[in-house]
């Protein structure tokens, strides 16, 4: 039972990020995880976050969603909590996986409002419609509840339950094009790259290495840190970055970004730090044409460049065209510059390229983050007679 949760919460931990590019909604993780309809199990379960990320993954038609949480530091000492849940918590916070902070709610609505997402909360809000008018909007605000099926999603305006984007802040924008540094040494948020703290040596380099500086905070117009209360001092313009997108089958499976300072190989089992793996995503044959390293993906001034280091070749689709007839093959070595809407084929079938051309066009089947979960964690909610 121990190795299936701490297997679970692995997965969960795939799904946690502060990165503004990848972050699909903003959560309280202690809300969540407090939500005992959800399961009908103990006080508090870190399991009920991966709930609640499948969730959103369905109802965005889209895999491997990330969420950006925020969590009241008193999480961290939570009794409620298994020791081994406490301190995955706290790694996930010496990571910068999870914003750490004595008021979690006015952080949400910050972040939602810098980064245009939607906020996951049972909280109403109503009387910060004023200084938030996106609260207003479908899709902007949703509750976590428990419908006939299971958990779901609810929207508290509108008929709507799909999580809606909106458009980052002007504020958030002009945060966004900078980098930030925190006085406070090691600090994860805006430190180097794998953060610090008690955990600081169990930090996996992979994706977290190509994690975007989340929003500073920002009190009275000057930029600062969530978690110290400390001044940032500004480290110059942000590199220049673009969002790319894993399809499989017509699924969007995965999110990732490719910077100025940092390419991307994607593969079946890339041998790179930072490596996209396609592997269990793959039939068979699939397996067999794709290299473990296949395309590496780097941005050269303001080109994005698709360079083949495969073994049998891949494939351009210029404009997105899925005709066979304009199909351009690249060979192994070669380069070329993906314009507005190409996209790379590595198989038939298996596509990568900007997230905008790639939308999920096939019938949603999503991997779910809680397929190990023991079943003890997932029973129905059972009330007394009154």
Request: proline residues 9%; charged residues 25%; neutral net charge.
């Amino acid at each position: 039972m121990r190795f299936e949760i701490s297997k679970v919460l692995d997965a969960i931990e795939g799904r946690v990020c502060t990165d503004p590019t990848l972050a699909r909604a903003v959560v309280d993780l202690a809300e969540v995880v407090r939500f005992q309809d959800l399961d009908g199990g103990r006080p508090a379960s870190m399991l009920r976050l991966g709930m609640v990320v499948d969730v959103l993954g369905r109802q965005l038609e889209e895999d491997s969603v990330p969420v950006y949480p925020v969590v009241h530091r008193g999480l961290l000492s939570d009794a409620d909590l298994t020791s081994n849940e406490r301190m995955v918590v706290r790694r996930w916070a010496d990571d910068g996986l999870v914003e750490v902070l004595s008021n979690p709610g006015d952080r949400m609505l910050e972040v939602a409002d810098l980064l245009g997402l939607p906020v996951l909360s049972r909280a109403r809000l109503d009387g910060l419609r004023g200084r938030y008018p996106w609260l207003g909007d479908p899709g902007r605000l949703l509750a976590p509840v428990v419908g006939p099926a299971g958990p779901t999603l609810a929207a508290r305006v509108g008929n709507g339950a799909v999580p809606t984007m909106g458009e980052p802040s002007p504020a958030g924008r002009q945060l966004l094009a900078r980098v930030w540094r925190c006085p406070e040494p090691g600090c994860a948020l805006f430190g180097s790259a794998g953060g610090g703290g008690a955990f600081a040596d169990l930090s996996a380099s992979s994706d977290r290495a190509l994690a975007g500086q989340p929003p500073p905070t920002l009190r009275q117009g000057v930029p600062g840190c969530p978690r110290h209360e400390a001044r940032l001092t500004d480290g110059g313009p942000r590199p220049r970055f673009e969002v790319l997108a894993v399809r499989i089958g017509g699924l969007v499976r995965r999110r990732f970004v490719v910077s100025a300072d940092r390419p991307v190989v994607v593969g079946r089992a890339p041998e790179e730090d930072g490596g996209v793996r396609l592997g269990q995503w793959l039939n068979d044959e699939a397996r067999r044409w794709i290299s473990r390293n296949h395309v590496r993906f780097e941005l050269r001034g303001a080109d994005l460049v698709a360079q083949d280091v495969s073994t049998n070749g891949s494939g351009i689709r210029p404009g997105g065209s899925l005709d066979d007839a304009n199909r351009l093959p690249l060979q192994r070595q070669q380069s070329r510059v993906l314009a507005g809407g190409d996209f790379v084929e590595l198989y038939p079938g298996v596509q990568v390229g900007r997230v905008q051309d790639l939308p999920t066009d096939a019938p949603f089947t999503p991997t779910s983050v809680m397929a190990d979960a023991p079943t003890m964690t997932m029973r129905p909610v059972v009330r007394p007679p009154r």
